[in-house]
């Protein structure tokens, strides 16, 4: 069955450090997404990318955080530099097309110390 | 007021029970419906997917959608302590980005 992979499976690092995330959606999937979530609150969108172009990326604090699609298949999504306040679950999923149903990843979990 | 309210539970039921769950929404646009079963420390997992109002059956699982009400419901019949876990609704406009409620808590007690 095809999945959504991402690496780390979690992720400690030092207030300050970079820290990055990658996801590989399911083959020929469009859409990508990144999402946070905070423990006990659901997903929160940070980035949406429709094959190598953003479409959404309102609620990704662009001062620290940075995501890319090169080739419009796998992604990253970085933070620089890393604060206490972003611990939390990063999840990426993919869809067929926007509004297709979107299918999650293990999720990466990054605590900042 | 957030888009989607989702009681956060816990919702505690005995094995064999009717689990009830239910969303609201604000946004009389939204058109694509989900749910999604999130065990701990894992991602969200696809349960149902439905479009427009209905109700759609998928073995023990039935959701329905009453958008008139903006009003959204997930059943799982016959509940079992493997379903135990959170609960996330999720729901979009066409061509707008997912958005989720808060989830909700669920334990099946054997």
Same mark, same amino acid.
Request: aromatic share 12%.
């Given at each position: /069955?095809?999945?959504?992979?991402?690496?780390?499976?979690?992720?400690? &690092? /030092? !207030?300050?450090?970079?820290?990055?995330?990658? *996801?590989?959606?399911?083959?020929?999937?469009? &859409? $990508?997404?990144?999402?946070?979530?905070? $423990?006990?609150? @659901?997903?929160?969108? $940070?980035?949406?990318?429709?094959?190598?172009?953003?479409?959404?990326?309102?609620?990704?604090?662009?001062?620290?955080?940075?995501? /890319?699609?090169? !080739? @419009?298949?796998?992604?990253?999504? !970085?933070?620089?530099?890393?604060?206490?306040?972003?611990?939390?679950?990063?999840? *990426?999923?993919?869809?067929?097309?926007?509004?297709?149903?979107?299918?999650? @990843?293990? @999720? &990466?979990? $990054? &605590?900042?110390? | 007021?957030?888009?989607?309210?989702?009681?956060?539970? %816990?919702?505690?039921?005995?094995?064999? =029970?009717?689990?009830?769950? +239910?969303?609201?929404?604000? +946004?009389?646009?939204?058109?694509?419906?989900?749910?999604?079963?999130?065990?701990?420390? #894992?991602?969200?997992?696809?349960?149902?997917?439905?479009?427009?109002?209905? +109700? #759609?059956?998928?073995?023990?699982?039935?959701?329905?959608?009453?958008?008139?009400? #903006?009003?959204?419901?997930?059943?799982?019949?016959?509940?079992?302590?493997?379903?135990? =876990?959170?609960?996330?609704?999720?729901?979009?406009?066409?061509? +707008? #980005?997912?958005?989720?409620?808060?989830?909700?808590?669920?334990?099946?007690? %054997?």
């Amino acid at each position: /069955e095809a999945e959504v992979a991402q690496s780390p499976r979690y992720k400690i &690092t /030092e !207030k300050s450090q970079a820290v990055a995330f990658w *996801c590989d959606p399911i083959s020929g999937h469009a &859409t $990508l997404y990144w999402y946070r979530q905070i $423990l006990g609150q @659901g997903p929160e969108l $940070l980035v949406q990318f429709q094959d190598e172009s953003v479409v959404d990326d309102s609620q990704l604090p662009k001062d620290r955080f940075s995501a /890319e699609r090169l !080739k @419009g298949v796998d992604s990253t999504l !970085k933070i620089q530099p890393a604060e206490l306040g972003d611990s939390a679950m990063y999840l *990426c999923a993919s869809s067929l097309f926007q509004d297709r149903e979107a299918f999650f @990843g293990q @999720g &990466t979990r $990054l &605590t900042v110390v | 007021q957030k888009e989607v309210e989702q009681d956060p539970g %816990p919702l505690s039921v005995p094995e064999g =029970a009717i689990v009830s769950l +239910n969303c609201t929404y604000s +946004n009389s646009a939204f058109q694509y419906f989900m749910w999604y079963r999130q065990y701990s420390r #894992k991602g969200p997992e696809l349960l149902m997917y439905t479009y427009s109002s209905g +109700n #759609k059956e998928d073995g023990r699982f039935t959701a329905q959608v009453d958008k008139s009400s #903006k009003y959204i419901s997930l059943f799982i019949r016959d509940s079992q302590p493997s379903d135990s =876990a959170t609960y996330l609704c999720a729901m979009r406009a066409a061509g +707008n #980005k997912l958005t989720f409620g808060g989830g909700t808590r669920v334990l099946v007690k %054997p």
